[in-house]
């Protein structure tokens, strides 16, 4: 058994929880998810906590996945997600004007992104922006995206990265021995 599926998943009255065709729905105050459940998982919605269990002992590493997809799902509806991501160069920068991030990274043109629906960005400074969501999945895959206009390089360190990301610096090659 999973140890984080043996803790049933709690939450507020907030939140409501039905299931639809096989899927769980759960709508919170910041919006709405869908959660896909495999046949082999069961869930069941106790006194304000879901507890995650196997039908049988055949699918065991799905059961902590559902558990975290669950769990993730609660937090984004009620409390949200956001992740920094800092722009790393030389006169580099970016402004965000409502759905749209304009990017200044070292090419002969700007770069727009475009948001898609449920990412929200919020500008601190020109070398800075912050993204917000209550899907923890799309946002990763958007800041993902983001990176790979202009990537970090591994001598200078320049380039997108998201805050708090390990990143290791290349030594430069030393002349003569």
């Not at 910041?30 to 049988?56: M, P, S, W």
């Not at 409390?79 to 030389?90: H, P, T």
């Not at 006169?91 to 475009?114: C, E, F, M």
Request: aromatic residues 6%; glycine residues 10%; contains cysteine.
């Amino acid at each position: 058994m999973s140890r984080l599926a043996a803790k049933p998943i709690k939450f507020d009255n907030s939140v409501k929880i039905e299931f639809i065709d096989g899927n769980l729905k759960i709508k919170g105050p910041k919006g709405e998810l869908f959660v896909k459940l495999n046949k082999a998982i069961e869930v069941k919605i106790k006194d304000n906590g879901i507890i995650v269990d196997l039908k049988d002992d055949l699918k065991k590493p799905f059961q902590g996945l559902i558990w975290s997809l669950i769990n993730n799902a609660i937090i984004g509806v009620t409390k949200g997600f956001s992740k920094n991501l800092k722009i790393v160069g030389k006169g580099w920068r970016s402004a965000v004007k409502g759905d749209t991030i304009n990017l200044q990274v070292g090419y002969s043109h700007p770069v727009n992104y475009k948001l898609p629906k449920g990412v929200t960005a919020t500008q601190e400074n020109p070398g800075s922006f912050t993204l917000h969501s209550h899907d923890k999945q799309l946002l990763g895959q958007v800041c993902a995206n983001i990176q790979k206009i202009r990537p970090v390089e591994p001598y200078k360190l320049k380039g997108i990265r998201i805050e708090g990301q390990y990143l290791r610096q290349k030594v430069r090659k030393t002349a003569g021995v």
